[in-house]
């Protein structure tokens, strides 16, 4: 017995030898080649740079478009990598909803892509995080007028702390549009030119019947975030106290919005938000009450007139006009706001991405820019590109725009300052449109909540 | 036999040679299994542990992600007390789980019966109400979003027919959450599809027993089928406990179809801690939320589990 078992130890150690440690080993030597691998696929593109200085650098832009924009900047990537023989960009798309917690992780891992293209309010951030590089280096040579070259709301919704840190490739202009035979069954002649005016002739427009609501007048709710798009009109775009800490709730221009927006409360929230979802969804998204030819008044940009309208419901061509919002401040204005592109901290190739930025804006590619903006329906973020015959034609050919296009260079219009909490004041700022619209809070209480969310400490 | 070699083995030898080949027979086992399981634990320790205590620290700390954490103190803690979106948020997480939790272990356990019965057509049946399930649950929502739209959706449209006013489900700060809890209802498969399996695994001879001692159909439901199954209504209760309180995915989907939300009625707590981390970049405060809701879902399972030797019957404890 005590042989036998002292026989156990060698068969134990054999079977170790011949089954055990080797297949221990094989998987050991698998993975050791998996990390390898995976190891010199990721890096390819690094040492090849590092090797040949000279050879094409290659970009990665990322977006958050999707649809019809995809094929609009295929032809722009196309354009530019046939002009710019060391530069190859590769555009990749992700999803808006996602879009700000990738870029986030991205940027945290090491490993963003070159060129980020982003239109959510949270450069004030990123700028003040170190989230992106300032491209205020590379404003020199040629690139040195590029500011002065820009509408100014373009510049300012880039700038923190006299940095340049991003730059639009279009911008976003906001104007009235009115349905013209809504407002022709509700006897009114003209759009209207006053506040006091827009607030009668949207009343005379609203129909409920049997508790339902069958056709909106105007509605201060505007993608779920009427307050910050109608600060503009009322001059309370940017309410800061002698601290520098954000104070709408003392602000006279920022308590007559609200004050404004509380009175469209007597209307059926839910109904409204319910209405233009239905139609939205309809249309993927794409469409809304007014475009379903349902809404009297809207205020939205030039998309809504160049795409969703000949899209979704053509019906409404030659239906509808565009006034510039007649706010209580001097004269025509827009909030800033537009498609960022921006360089995120670890880019691999921050010089050619600003090359390619400029591009984009169509700084020295004027002609370019002018012909593609109109097919994403977007303003320029230069009136020299505004100026180029491409886009004139345009105009020309949709007369509607002209506001849109006039408001952009207006001393009246404004961006919301970058500040690092510019994101949580404008999520503030939609909750308390809705809460105000829903009468869980006054007016007041709304402005105060906007500070309370603004002024966090980040 | 190999039992005896042993004992035999442990006789002959005196117990210092014993002792060190027996140790050194565990060490070389022991390498051997380490290695074998590396790669769960390789896992383990970057995807759980790793995170885990990150998000401990990071609690902690002031930081947006990308420059380095300042030590704050439990600041981010007691800045979530001040904070009325949170409380808001807290709220519209316990308002959910208070309802869905023992609704959706009610109609999972009552589907489960019904399709344990013994009826024509049972396999049909049983397919029909698991479908849902393996429907995606984004596009579930976006059918929601549709039938539940009180302007254009089938739901109020038969509601009118009935001559009853439709509310206006995801639009109504009223309404917003049980429509929440119906959508929670609607994809019920999977605890279903283990009552069903719990159920058929209860010997004939139990029931038999019970109707034999003179047990109607809610006594043997009451003294035979739950007690049988609770081992599996803890588990059920458990699993969706953790899934209700981490309820995200579908009141994102459906907020981003510009429905929902009203006065903050459907903002979730999960919501609420990715807005912070991914779109103020307060990862320190998300950190906090993250660690917080780990406290009270442990506090409430742990409770849960307490509780079970009450109500949870364990046959091989009996033994």
Redesign the interface.
């Known amino acids: ?2 042989e ?2 002292q026989h ?2 060698p068969i ?1 150690q054999l079977k ?1 030898r011949r089954f ?1 440690k080797p297949t ?1 080993m094989f ?2 030597a698998a ?1 050791m080649v998996a990390l390898v691998s995976y190891g010199t696929a990721g890096g390819t593109t690094k040492t090849t740079k590092a090797v040949k200085p000279h050879s094409v650098v290659n970009l990665t832009w990322e977006t958050m478009w999707s649809g019809n924009t995809l094929t609009l900047l295929n032809q722009m990537t196309t354009a530019f990598n046939k002009t710019h023989p060391g530069i190859h960009v590769t555009e990749t798309n992700i999803p808006s ?1 996602t879009g ?2 990738k870029i ?2 991205q ?2 891992a090491g490993d963003p892509p070159d060129v980020f293209t982003q239109w ?1 309010p ?1 450069l004030g ?2 700028a003040a ?3 992106i590089d300032s491209m205020s280096p590379y404003l020199t040579g040629k690139y040195a007028g590029l500011e002065k070259w820009e509408y100014p709301i373009a510049v300012a919704g880039g700038t923190y702390k006299n940095q340049l840190y991003a730059i639009p490739m279009s911008m976003n202009s906001w104007a009235l549009y009115y349905n013209k035979s809504i407002m022709a069954a509700a006897g009114i002649k003209s759009p209207p030119k006053t506040l006091a005016q827009l607030d009668a002739d949207s009343a005379k427009e609203w129909v409920v019947k049997s ?3 069958i056709q909106i007048g105007e509605y201060p709710n505007v ?2 975030n009427g307050f910050e798009f109608f600060t503009s009109f009322f001059g309370a775009t940017n309410c800061f106290n002698s601290a520098g800490k954000y104070d709408f709730a003392n602000c006279p221009n920022a308590i007559k919005e609200m004050n404004w927006i509380a009175s469209f409360a007597k209307y059926p ?3 409204v ?6 139609y ?3 249309a993927g ?1 794409d469409d809304d009450a007014f475009v379903a030819g349902k809404e009297g008044f809207q205020v939205t940009g030039p998309w809504e007139g160049a795409q969703n309208i000949p899209v979704t419901n053509v019906g409404m061509e030659g239906n509808f006009g565009v006034e510039a919002f007649p706010g209580t401040v001097g004269g025509p204005s827009t909030i800033g706001q537009g498609n960022f592109n921006i360089i995120p ?1 670890g880019a691999s190739n921050p010089k050619d991405a600003f090359e390619f930025i400029a591009w984009l804006a169509g700084f020295n590619n004027t002609n370019f820019t002018a012909s593609e903006d109109p097919l994403g329906g977007w303003v320029p973020a230069s009136p020299a590109v505004a100026a180029a015959p491409a886009y004139q034609k345009w105009i020309a050919a949709n007369p509607w725009l002209k506001p849109f296009l006039s408001q952009m260079g207006s001393k009246y219009s404004a961006t919301p300052a970058l500040t690092p ?1 510019e ?2 004041l404008e ?1 503030a700022e939609a ?1 308390a449109t ?2 105000v619209l ?1 009468h ?1 809070m006054t007016p007041a209480a709304a402005l105060r ?1 906007i500070d309370s ?1 603004g002024n966090v ?2 | 036999m190999k039992g005896r ?2 004992l ?2 442990r006789e ?2 005196t117990p210092a040679s014993t002792a060190v ?1 027996s140790r050194s ?1 565990r060490r ?1 086992q022991m390498r ?1 299994g380490l ?2 399981v590396s ?1 769960w634990i390789l896992g383990f320790l970057a995807f759980f542990a790793y995170p885990f205590f990150a998000t401990l620290y990071y609690s902690f700390t ?1 930081f ?4 380095a954490a300042k030590i704050i103190g439990f600041a981010n803690y007691s ?1 979530l007390f001040h904070d ?2 949170f409380r808001s948020a807290v709220f519209n997480t316990f308002y959910y789980t208070a309802f869905e939790l023992p609704l959706s272990t009610i109609v999972a356990l009552g589907l489960a019966m019904l399709l344990n019965m013994n009826v024509r057509g049972r396999a049909i049946y049983r397919t029909v109400f698991y479908i849902p399930s393996i429907v995606p649950l984004v596009a579930s929502c ?1 059918i929601f ?2 039938i539940f ?5 089938v739901v109020n449209a038969l509601l009118t027919g009935l001559h009853i ?1 439709g509310p ?6 009223t309404w917003s959450k049980p429509s929440f809890i119906i959508l929670g209802l609607w994809g019920l498969g999977q605890p279903m599809v283990i009552y069903l399996a719990s159920l058929q695994g209860i010997p004939k001879d139990m029931y038999e027993v019970a109707a034999l001692e003179g047990a109607g159909p809610f006594q043997r439901l009451r003294h035979v089928t739950l007690p049988m199954i609770s081992p599996i209504i803890l588990f059920n209760v458990v699993l969706q406990l953790v899934l209700c309180v981490s309820y995200f995915t579908q009141a ?1 989907v459906i907020e ?4 929902g ?4 009625s459907t903002w979730f707590f999960v919501q609420y801690l ?2 912070q ?6 990862f320190g405060y998300a950190s906090a939320m993250g660690f917080f809701l780990f406290i009270v879902t442990g506090i409430v399972t742990v409770v849960l589990f307490k509780s079970s030797s009450r109500w949870v019957y364990y046959a091989g404890d009996q033994e």
């Open positions: 017995m005590i036998q078992a156990d130890g134990r170790y055990v221990a998987a050991v993975m909803s700000l917690a986030a992780s940027i945290a959510w949270v951030e990123y995080t170190g989230s508790g339902r609501l993608d779920g929230y839910s109904q938000n319910s209405m233009e979802a239905a939205g969804s309809v998204g901290k909490t994101s949580q999520a909750t809705n809460n829903e869980t909540y969310q400490s980040s | 070699h042993t035999e083995l002959a030898r080949i027979i070389r051997i290695l074998f790669p002031n947006n992600g990308v420059s800045s009325s979106l976006m979003v549709w739209n009180p302007t254009s959706g006013p206006d489900w995801f639009f109504s700060i994102q981003s179809q510009d429905v939300g009203p006065g903050n990715y807005e981390a991914f779109n103020f970049l307060r």
